[in-house]
């Protein structure tokens, strides 16, 4: 069963930040829920981590990240967050998640901040990923093309399908797809779409929970459409098999997910 690569936990500290966390009374209940339709370990930050603001709160998204970690990591993965107009202190949380061996970073969101992946701001702590060897999971936009072909070495997870900027994402070697969210591994035929233009190897099964439901992704994977104009049924078998594996936690440590 499948890794969520995109999963966003409420926290009791600071419920609110989201509509889903009023769901959950604590962050046990999330993880069940998960749990019950198969998800077999989640990379996550939590929703704080979306919508912070301040250094401060920067702060408060990575110790709880890393605090939760903590309770169960043999099932949870911490995402580091970071901000453009917190760069000393998002510098630092991504040399202390480094140094812990942790290499994901985000989801990262620039409509949240105002400053899409493309611009200055966010340059020094995209270097310091590269040179970290971190990988960055960036909500799509038309930023993360010109990140992408500006910094050919940095490790990208684009996350959710996007019907325009499919085939120049897929021209990167540099990035790979999540499948997360209303506009992916649920609208009939992107699923398929994006399985032709990257391959098996480059995409990464995930959902965005707790934002949408996994066992609604986990049957959309089980019930996939072959067509004429999709990639063949040998492919999208090798992404079946690829999504139920990552058992192991060294499958996430120090690797691009794939």
């Avoid at 899409?116 to 993360?144: K, M, Y």
Wanted: hydrophobic share 45%; proline share 6%.
């Amino acid at each position: 069963m499948p890794i969520d690569a995109h999963v966003h936990l409420p926290y009791p500290r600071d419920f609110g930040r989201h509509c889903s966390e009023a769901l959950f009374r604590d962050v046990s209940e999330a993880v069940k829920l998960a749990q019950g339709a198969g998800v077999t370990g989640m990379v996550f930050n939590t929703w704080l981590g979306v919508f912070c603001d301040t250094a401060e709160e920067v702060d408060a998204a990575n110790r709880d990240a890393l605090e939760l970690y903590g309770t169960m990591p043999e099932y949870l993965y911490p995402g580091a967050v970071i901000h453009p107009r917190a760069v000393e202190t998002s510098l630092a949380w991504l040399d202390r998640f480094r140094e812990r061996g942790l290499v994901w970073v985000g989801e990262l969101v620039p409509y949240r901040c105002g400053i899409d992946f493309d611009r200055p701001e966010w340059t020094p702590l995209f270097e310091r990923c590269r040179d970290n060897g971190q990988i960055v999971q960036l909500h799509n936009s038309a930023g993360v093309v010109a990140l992408a072909e500006r910094m050919p070495e940095l490790n990208i997870v684009c996350a959710h399908i996007t019907a325009e900027w499919l085939a120049p994402l897929a021209a990167l070697p540099n990035v790979r797809l999540d499948l997360s969210g209303a506009n992916g591994g649920l609208r009939l035929g992107s699923m398929e779409s994006a399985l032709a233009a990257f391959g098996p190897e480059r995409l990464l099964w995930a959902t965005d929970y707790t934002a949408f439901d996994p066992a609604c992704f986990v049957i959309r994977l089980e019930r996939r459409v072959i067509g004429p104009r999709h990639a063949p049924e040998d492919r999208l078998r090798k992404f079946a098999a690829a999504s139920r594996l990552r058992r192991e936690r060294s499958r996430i440590r120090g690797r691009a997910v794939t």
